[in-house]
């Protein structure tokens, strides 16, 4: 197992120094394969690790293989069914608004009877406020800028 790799599934790069983590990679890894470590003066202290994070660490690598193995396939069907119903609530969701009709009323008052009327209307769109959008071209405008850029001191440098 690669114990370095796995422990970045978990939270000890947070708590502990990257020397004291790879201290308790290299136990794990030495206990795995049998080989025994120095005691006398303790190996660790090299990297100005104790024993007590070392086995914290352990710890919580070793809760990683504790968790039951995810069924990947179980998991791409869950998500293909997320993805159609949210594919479908945005289907609705934009027929729900293509189709939606705004009423409005046009108040006409006849000064002659002093009769107010109010005659509803219907206007098709997304929103009641809608205005034309005046499209603009992608080249900038030869006009004089208010801007202290020198980019635009030059332009005025050179039309004098």
């Known amino acids: 197992r690669n114990y370095m790799n796995d422990s970045l599934q978990t939270d000890v790069f947070v708590q502990f120094d990257p020397e004291t983590i790879a201290c308790a990679c290299i136990y794990l890894s030495a206990r795995k394969l049998k080989i025994p470590l120095p005691k006398s003066p303790a190996w660790y202290s090299l990297f100005n690790s104790n024993e007590t994070d070392i086995q914290d660490i352990c710890r919580k690598i070793l809760k990683l293989y504790l968790r039951p193995k995810v069924i ?44 107010t009327a109010a005659i509803p209307e219907n206007i098709s769109s ?29 332009e005025s440098k050179k039309r004098k």
């Open 72 to 115: 990947t396939e179980d998991l791409e069907k869950r998500v293909e069914e997320s993805k159609k119903e949210y594919d479908h609530a945005k289907k609705q969701a934009k027929e729900a608004i293509a189709h939606s009709v705004v009423q409005t009323e046009v108040v006409i008052f006849n000064p002659s009877n002093g009769i």
């Open 126 to 154: 997304t929103s009641p406020n809608k205005k034309s959008i005046k499209k603009r071209s992608r080249t900038p405008l030869k006009t004089k800028s208010r801007s202290k850029s020198p980019r635009h001191l030059k």
